[in-house]
């Protein structure tokens, strides 16, 4: 793996642990390097934040699209809810606001997650326009208070398993 490789993989697990805290300080930390070594590979933040949703969601996508081709029923329906709320949490609000990231950054980020939805829902529900809130609030909720979502993400397995949605 080459050095620009290993830091957009570096980056997208340092944004998943850190979440808000994560900085190009704490990725040189973690790397071993410098600042100016990350900047030579991408020389603004918004190249190493682009470089980082690209790979972060086509990565999601190759996932979505194993668990689609491979399994059926709860445990496929859970993984992919799953798969949707880290997605999510990369795409919060937050991290754009927190970084300051430009609009064409966020755009990017938010039309890569509409894809990932449009690929995993058809597996989940048969009214995707309904669901969508129904996560997107839900996860906001868990996101914003640190709070763990494996147990909701359960509920809106069996939920959706059931058949209830509307």
Known sequence: MDTAQAIVEE??????EEGLRFSVDSLAV?????????????????????????QYFHEARQHAGHILAGQHGQSARTQLLVLYYQAYAMVNPGVFNKFAL???LRCFAEKEMHQLYALIVPALTTNP???RPILDGTFEYLYTRSLPGDEVIRTLSDFLSSGKEA
């Open 102 to 104: 430009n609009g064409e």
């Open 30 to 54: 973690r790397m071993g390097m410098s600042k100016k070594t990350i900047y030579k590979y991408f020389p603004t933040k918004e190249a190493l934040a682009k470089a980082l949703y690209q």
């Open 129 to 131: 326009d309904t669901l």
């Open 11 to 16: 980056s997208i697990h340092s944004l998943q």
